[in-house]
């Protein structure tokens, strides 16, 4: 880019694309964005869980015209699903059908290295890129014309695949010793999601540029609610974002997420709701809420949560 204001019109680019795709991102999402698609670095996103960490992988596929891959982390998860496994079963298979074409390797073979010697070069075809099954990574590092890498919830993972992914993102290469070693020709826009349940190590945060997100506040969720609801009363929309907000600061043993505050917003848009009421919460509370005690802690708390936020879509 050759001066400020072509940067300020490619972020500005960034953020119009990823709002046409459904995702409101804030400057500082675009720009992050802008960044780690120019400077070729993956990009760490941390926060809670449902701040629109994946949301915003997707989004910048579709904004950037990128296929997604998704690598879903878990604990246990090691490099043989996450990079390539060897197809046994077709290799099992290829053996039996091939048996005859064996024997005639080795016939007149004397000793047992010989013999070995003869099959050396079709036991070779066993591991070539007919029998390879791409993972996430590998493909991601394949895909023609790149691609966006989702590593999701990275934190899930173990310390030892977590050292494994480091050779990925800071050289976005492999290897593998059958093959060798496989460059990406376009690298991939590798976004990386935590909801921080563990601490990542310094070495993977050190390749990654860092991005915190955290729950929008009651504008710009109610922009997000307008435009995945575009049905929704506006008076109800300020309503139902600020009861949400307000519901956020009770102790909840899992707060509601953007995605669950939209569910909620189609949910009474669908039982054709004017305003927000008591009864009309403690009906559908469970489409925000996950878990019974949340449900019970927000009950006990309806009315005066409700009144807050009547008053605070009032003086909006």
Known sequence: MDDA??????????????????????RRIATALLLARELR?????????????????KAAG??????????????????????????????????????????????????????????RDVGDLFFSEQFLDERPLLRALRTPGGAVLLVDEVDKSDEEFEAFLLEVLSEFQVTIPEIGTVRALTPPLAVLTSNATR??????????????LDYPDAAR??????????????????QLVA??????????RKPPSIGETID?????????????GAELVRETINV????????????????????????????V
Do not use: N
């Open 5 to 26: 204001a072509s940067a300020a019109d490619a972020i500005a680019a960034i953020a119009a694309g990823l709002a046409e795709h459904g995702y409101l991102p804030t």
């Open 243 to 252: 009861f949400v907000q307000q519901l956020r600061a009770v102790e909840l």
């Open 288 to 315: 925000l809420l996950k878990y019974e005690d949340d449900v019970a802690v927000a009950s006990a708390q309806s009315g005066a949560l409700l009144a807050k936020a009547r008053a605070a879509a009032r003086a």
């Open 41 to 57: 670095k993956p990009i760490l996103v941390e926060g809670p869980a449902g701040v629109g960490k994946t949301e915003l992988a």
């Open 221 to 238: 969720e109610e922009r997000i609610v307008a435009a995945r609801v575009p049905g929704i009363d506006a008076r109800l929309r300020a």
């Open 62 to 119: 579709a904004t950037f015209g990128l296929p997604l891959v998704r690598l879903q982390c878990y604990e246990g998860l090691d490099e043989a699903k996450a990079l390539y496994e060897w197809k046994y079963g077709k290799q099992l298979l290829y053996t039996q059908i091939l048996k005859d074409t064996f024997a005639r390797h080795v016939e007149g073979a004397g000793a047992f290295d010989d013999a070995m010697e003869r099959l």
């Open 199 to 212: 601490e990542l190590g310094d070495a993977l945060k050190r390749r990654c540029l860092h991005l915190a």
């Open 264 to 276: 909620w917003a189609r949910a009474l848009v669908l039982l054709h709701a004017a305003e927000l």
